[in-house]
Structure formats: C-alpha cells, structure tokens
C-alpha cells in the first residue's frame, strides 16, 4: 500500500478539542519521540469532528510542535491529510487511516486573522 496523502476538505467540518496535545511516542519501550524532518517533535491530539449532518467522529491528527490548544477549545486544522495504512504484527493484518496536519489552532484565531 503507498503512503499517499489524501487532502481532507475542512471546510463543512468542526473541529473541537477533545484530548490534550502530546508528544507522539514511536517506541513504548525506550520512549522515544517522533520528530519530523526538520527535528520538531510530532504530537498528537485528539479531536472530535463534526459535518453539517450532524454525524460526529473520534479522530487523533499528527501535528509538528506542540500546537498550544486546549480541551473544548473550537479548533482548525491546516492542511488536513488522511493517509490509509497497513501492518502485520504478530501475523496479524491491521490497516486503519491516520491524519496529519500543518498546524492545528484555535478556530478564533483564524477568524481574527
């Protein structure tokens, strides 16, 4: 499977903070960091997202640097890109949909800008 990006149309949805911003960890054993590739540490946060049917979604988006946001705060996410995935562990198949932005900020700010 390519690791193609897949833009996501932001523009009906709302996004609401739902779980605090933290540092992606690549290995539990170590507690090694994710960092991309200008040596930004990668976090995580949860948010749900809603569209203008009401249908509600649980997501986490990977973003670079500690995106300074906090829980129930109304939120944007620049650059929204879903990616489909797939891994065997343990001979086991797993496959999901992973999310990444540019940057994530209070949706007010956005708006003030």
């Known amino acids: 499977m390519q690791n193609i990006g897949i833009p996501v149309d932001t523009t009906a949805l709302t996004f609401v903070c739902v779980a605090p911003p933290q540092p992606k960890i690549t290995n539990r054993e170590t507690g090694e960091v994710k960092v991309d590739s200008e040596g930004r540490t990668v976090f995580q946060v949860g948010l749900s997202v809603a569209n203008e ?11 670079p640097g500690d995106p300074q946001i906090q829980v129930g705060q109304i939120v944007t996410a620049s650059d929204l890109i879903a990616r489909p995935w797939k891994q065997v562990i343990g001979g086991q198949e797993r496959h999901g949909i992973s999310f990444a932005a540019s940057a994530i900020v209070p949706a007010s700010a956005v708006r003030a800008a």
């Open 53 to 63: 049917t009401g249908r509600i979604d649980l997501v986490q988006v990977n973003v």
